[in-house]
């Protein structure tokens, strides 16, 4: 008997305005795993973080986490259940201090008391985050605000976290320290979603991926058997 | 020669005229910062507890001062009710909508506020609103030292609380990056909610000294309002700090404009002021 999936999103819709975003996209995280959520610009991908995040609410559909139906719930009440997302760019708060903002990321109640514990997490699994810790966090380059951004996910005390396009203009080898963390937190009993344009690196991170386009998710399955999939080498891999 | 030591008296005057204007100008200043909304309502609501004072003294013979015990806490909830149940609503159907709404309370105070207490002049004429003190040459109204004491006093107290207060921080939070203290389990209606009844209690201190510092009119919040304009632009968007120094230099300009170039120019230079800064360094001197 198979455990119950950690998320659960059923054929979810979601429109922005007038505009279709999301078309009966389905997809399961199950608890313990990191899955990729695959395509290119425009497929969708930051839609459905956000869908699932609460920033928008699907019109079809239903999300469920840890079996709880969350389609409308608020941003803050996601977060307080257990969702962190890493939103796309970072946007940690330019003119708070490495500190403050960590120390936000545990405002939702739940996590407070849990908040020096977690600190204390964070530095060691970004010692650079404590050396500069009263900096101010625009002052940090691209790579050290993904860590902070991680970091301060991490505060809330998710159970999944949710990472969009984590890599974008960053370098292979800030991407491998990345991704190394990623493990690390996974071993800590997160369980992760990450959204990427990367095929190929993708596929080398994760257990399963969802492949999308056009608002649609077209292909999904493990990561063995999607690099085998006659479409996705055509696709992605031009063979 | 008196020329140098006569200064004396238009700067000082102006640097402490300056502590009032910052007061008037902080709560318009964190209401901009935070949601990006030009309260212009902002001057007839700071009138307001000039009128609740002027009440508590004529009818009550309460001191104006200590009237705001009450005075503070009712303007933090009517801040509360204007956010959750008109700007808020406002927020969600266009831009322009909260900016609509905002010019309706204004109108509608300024009538309340004719149609209750005429239009004729009042003042909060307590018996240490007339008294001055000397500082070697120089001669001030008490008032103006009372401003700028309070100003000083309430900057420093705000400043602390958004640097070491949870919520303090979220705010500062929100007001950088709204969608991602959203992800980080900020709920911002609600610290919109606080930020407004924070700076309608800003707003209740500044009406009190106000009143107790110039004779106001049902309609005199206009005329403050434009001047906490000038302070917030000259200080800089979203700087606690800057709107005290703004107002402190929007001061010092219209003094010593009024010394130079007689008291009708004095608005005229402070504003021409703000302008030239303006020109110079268009976030204003502490803007980001």
């Known amino acids: ?239 | 020669m008196t020329g140098l030591a006569d200064l004396a008296t238009p700067i000082t005057m102006g640097i402490l005229l300056g502590g009032l204007y910052a007061l008037i100008a902080l709560g318009l200043s964190l209401v901009f910062g935070v949601m990006r909304l030009i309260n212009i309502a902002h001057g007839d609501l700071v009138l307001f507890t000039s009128y609740f004072g002027y009440v508590a003294m004529t009818v009550f013979g309460i001191d104006p001062i200590l009237s705001l015990v009450v005075g503070i806490p009712v303007m933090f909830l009517i801040g509360l009710g204007i956010q959750k149940y008109l700007l808020n609503r406002a927020f969600k159907i266009s831009m322009e909508a909260p900016l609509i709404i905002a010019f309706g309370i204004s109108i509608i105070l300024q009538n309340a506020y004719q149609i209750a207490w005429s239009p004729m002049s009042r003042g909060l004429t307590t018996s240490y609103a007339l008294e001055s003190f000397s500082l070697g040459q120089v001669h001030i109204p008490l008032v103006y030292l009372l401003d700028f004491i309070v100003a000083l006093v309430v900057m420093l107290l705000l400043r602390e609380f958004l640097k070491r207060t949870y919520l303090g921080k979220a705010i500062r939070a929100a007001s950088q990056d709204r969608r991602a203290a959203q992800l980080v389990g900020i709920n911002t209606d609600r610290i919109y909610a606080f930020t407004f009844a924070i700076a309608m209690a800003l707003a209740a201190i500044a009406g009190v000294f106000l009143g107790l510092t110039f004779p106001f009119t049902p309609t005199s919040g206009v005329s403050f309002l434009i001047i906490a304009f000038g302070v917030v632009v000259l200080g800089g968007l979203g700087s606690i700090l800057g709107t005290f120094i703004g107002g402190m230099v929007f001061g010092l300009a219209q003094t010593l404009g009024g010394y130079f170039f007689g008291v009708s120019a004095q608005l005229l230079v402070a504003y021409v002021m703000v302008l030239v800064v303006l020109g110079v360094r268009p976030q204003g001197i502490f803007g980001r």
């Open chain 1, 1 to 239: 008997m198979p455990e119950r999936a950690l998320l659960k999103v059923s054929n979810v819709d979601t429109f922005y305005g007038s505009i279709q975003a999301l078309w009966d996209v389905s997809l399961v995280v199950n608890p313990g795993e990191i899955v990729a959520l695959i395509g290119a610009n425009g497929s969708g991908k930051s839609t459905l973080l956000n869908t699932i995040s609460g920033l928008i609410h699907p019109t079809k559909g239903s999300i469920e986490f840890e079996g709880k139906n969350i389609s409308a719930v608020n941003p803050f009440q996601v977060v307080a259940l257990g969702i962190s997302q890493v939103p796309e760019g970072r946007r940690i708060f330019p003119d708070l201090t490495i500190l403050e903002n960590l120390i936000l990321g545990s405002y939702n109640r739940k996590a407070r008391p849990q908040r020096e514990q977690n600190l204390k997490r964070v530095y060691e699994l970004f010692p650079l985050l404590e050396e500069r810790k009263n900096q101010l966090a625009k002052t940090l380059s691209g790579g050290e605000q993904q860590m902070l951004a991680i970091g301060r996910g991490l505060m809330s005390n998710p159970k999944l976290m949710l990472l969009d396009e984590m890599s974008l203009g960053l370098a292979p080898i800030i991407l491998n320290e990345l991704y190394k963390a990623l493990k690390e937190i996974r071993e800590r009993g997160i369980t992760i979603l990450f959204v990427e344009q990367n095929v190929r690196r993708s596929l080398t991170e994760a257990d399963r991926a969802y492949i999308m386009e056009a608002g649609r998710v077209v292909l999904s399955g493990n990561v063995s058997e999607l690099r085998e999939e006659e479409e996705v080498r055509k696709a992605y891999f031009g063979v």
